[in-house]
């Protein structure tokens, strides 16, 4: 197949919105820029059209996705109860990079529920993906753009490099602001829970929800056969194809360690950077975490570049957007850590 790739400048941003719209509707698979990561879209309403989303992605059938709208009006539509927590949360977060599970109306096709009876809904803050949410007038289902197993897509070319060829467009736009995906917390439990950190820190989500659970799957492996409440948490994720570990820990400092190790390469923090003797990438300054989130994603792709046999990651804070980029790298190092 011919992916179309549809350009956003000045000159071409609203054909390419139109064009985007068009092969929506018409049961297309589209991968659109938000700012967190790349999402590759589908109507949600078209169950064939999610179904290749699945394919082209080679996602897990029981893994759900998350459906993206443009207005208030679209949650109504979709979920069948909405608590007062979650109405406040979509007050205080949207549009953002914040999701949340609801009872479902059952109004999207079954397989993008994969097949529980919530729903998860966000609504992007991202001006390309609004214009083609509403041009489209539907909502539309989108997992991150990438092949199922690989770090999210943060920019166009990512996209293209794991599923040109597979899906009918990719809107090109620039990099993602955020870096790593949206916080998702499901209010059908007694008690909210989150299930996936994200740059909607849990620190925010206290201020509203003081007594929310944080699943015990954002920091630690879940048990063979347990029962996970977000089923994308028991997949394998974000991985480079060289192995990974994560360092965390003081006894040493992380400089020291990787200089000791023999056909290694480091993702580091800017401040250590100078030390390092070993091929390595600096992923932020360890004194903003947003920096990290930022570029997580792209350093564990261009990681595979530096031609290491093992990849050692240094840990972030796991405070603010921290969390989240934490619980991207313990994934990206199958829980591989070292204690320094
Ligand atoms: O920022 C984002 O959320 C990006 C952009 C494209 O919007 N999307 C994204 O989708 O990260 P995806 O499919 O890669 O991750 C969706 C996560 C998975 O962990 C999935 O298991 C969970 O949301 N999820 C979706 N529906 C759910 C449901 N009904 N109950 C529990 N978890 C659900
Ligand atoms: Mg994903």
């Known amino acids: 197949m011919l992916t179309e790739k549809l350009k956003t400048d000045e000159k071409n941003f609203k054909e390419s919105v139109k064009r985007a719209a068009e092969l929506l509707k018409r049961g297309g698979i589209v991968a659109i820029p938000t700012e967190t990561v790349y999402g590759l879209a589908a109507s949600a309403l078209d169950g064939n059209a999610v179904k290749k989303v699945f394919a082209a992605k080679g996602r897990p059938q029981d893994n759900p996705l998350i459906v993206h709208i443009a207005d208030i009006s679209g949650l109504y539509e979709i979920a069948a109860e909405i ?84 899906i009918d467009a990719i809107v090109m736009a620039g990099e993602c602001g955020v870096g790593v995906e949206s916080t998702v917390v499901t209010f059908v439990t007694d008690v909210p829970r989150l299930l996936r950190p994200g740059a909607v820190t849990a620190e925010q989500l206290r201020e509203i929800i003081p007594n929310i659970i944080i699943d015990k799957a954002v920091l630690s492996e879940p048990e063979k056969g ?24 003081m006894g040493e400092s992380f400089a020291d360690y990787v200089n000791s190790k023999p056909r290694c390469a480091a993702l580091c923090f800017e401040e250590e ?11 932020g300054t360890k004194r903003d975490e947003k920096t990290l989130a930022h570029s997580v994603f792209s350093a564990l792709r261009e990681a595979d570049r530096l031609g290491a046999e093992v990849i050692y990651v240094h840990a972030p804070s796991r405070t603010g957007v921290g969390l989240a980029v934490y619980n991207r790298l313990i994934r990206a190092a199958a829980f591989r850590v070292i204690t320094l």
């Open 83 to 166: 608590p007062e927590a979650a109405l406040e949360c979509a007050r205080r977060f949207w549009p953002g990079p914040f999701t949340m599970v609801l009872k479902s109306a059952g109004t999207v096709a079954e397989c993008v529920s994969a097949g529980l009876d919530t729903v998860a809904v966000r609504m992007p803050s991202d001006e390309t993906a609004r214009a083609i949410i509403r041009e489209s007038g539907l909502p539309l289902a989108a997992p991150s753009a990438n092949t199922s197993g690989r770090p999210s897509p943060t920019s166009a070319k990512y996209v293209a490099e794991d599923l040109d060829g597979k």
């Open 226 to 249: 347990a029962k996970v409440s977000s089923p994308g948490m028991k997949y394998k994720h974000y991985a480079p194809k060289t192995e990974t570990y994560l360092v965390e820990g």
């Open 273 to 283: 950077s100078e030390k390092i003797t070993v091929p390595k990438l600096v992923y």
